[in-house]
């Protein structure tokens, strides 16, 4: 250790506007009467996806000795809060991720995540953009609609979405080239979100915003599904990218408790055959789920990638006061 490494990562000024943003942020909610709340970092349950990976800790509570969960996400409160009859909600949350770090990425970060009851996924596209415009200060020369399958025919001439063993070896044999690692035993999915990241995320955004719809279903997380234009099943949810860098993900949110339930079960099942350990599902959202959510969407987006963005910063570092090589 150095004698500088107690010094924050951020410079003051970096700070005070950080706080500055944070202000247009609220102020952006606030003309929309949309809500703030807060909801606890530490749940019973944590994030069952496979893609991610939830730190916990043991406490002891009046039950005695349980097991809490960092929130990967405020989603799951944040529905019992829409169950209960809250209307349109936001929350500035500190959210926990374990082993995600990088130049874009730290294990404690800021997640702007907000909900809209009664939007359709086209409405809530529009808002997102409208609130990243408002926080850089500038109007988009362009918002671009790009499908996922378009996407990986243009950059990879593929179709994800072809369920055929030729496909999965071009897949595979595509990932290979950026992964320089034997990629034969890797599933549909871990090749495509590899390809996304090193292959296609770097060209999106430029000149613009780029919003990517119509991901396949198996990656609809709690997104409900649909069919397409060509009759393909696929997730009702969108990326928002600018820069290269990815920003948001939003969702029409499902709200049937028995598929919920039967995701989470497939989620853990998925896990276990990847080694990774369990995660304890959560079942006040399943409870909420059948008390009756409004139909809606929601949509969380990484505030501190924001800030690297409107400040021109190249690491999240730089965006915050301590990242969590600093702790």
Known sequence: MSADDWRPGATMEVLRARAGLMRRIRDFFETRNVLEVETPVLGHAGSSDVHLDSLSLMARTMKGDERLWLQTSPEYHMKRLLA??????????????????????????????????????EALIEEVARLIETVLGCPFPAVRRRAYRELFMTYLSVDPLLETADTLTMLRHQAARYAGADTAEWSRDDCCDLLMSMAIEPCLGRDGLDVVVDYPASQAALARRRQDQDGALVASRFEVYLEGIELANGFDELTDADEQQARFEADNQQRLALGKPLVDADQTLIAALRAGMPEGCGVALGVDRLIMLALELEQIDSAMAFATARC
């Not at 970060?109 to 359709?120: D, H, I, K, Q, V």
């Open 84 to 121: 209960a009859g809250s209307g349109p909600i936001f929350q500035l949350s500190r959210v926990f991720r374990d082993g995600e770090t990088g130049r874009r990425h730290n294990i404690e970060f800021t997640m702007l995540e907000w909900y809209r009851p009664g939007f359709a996924l």
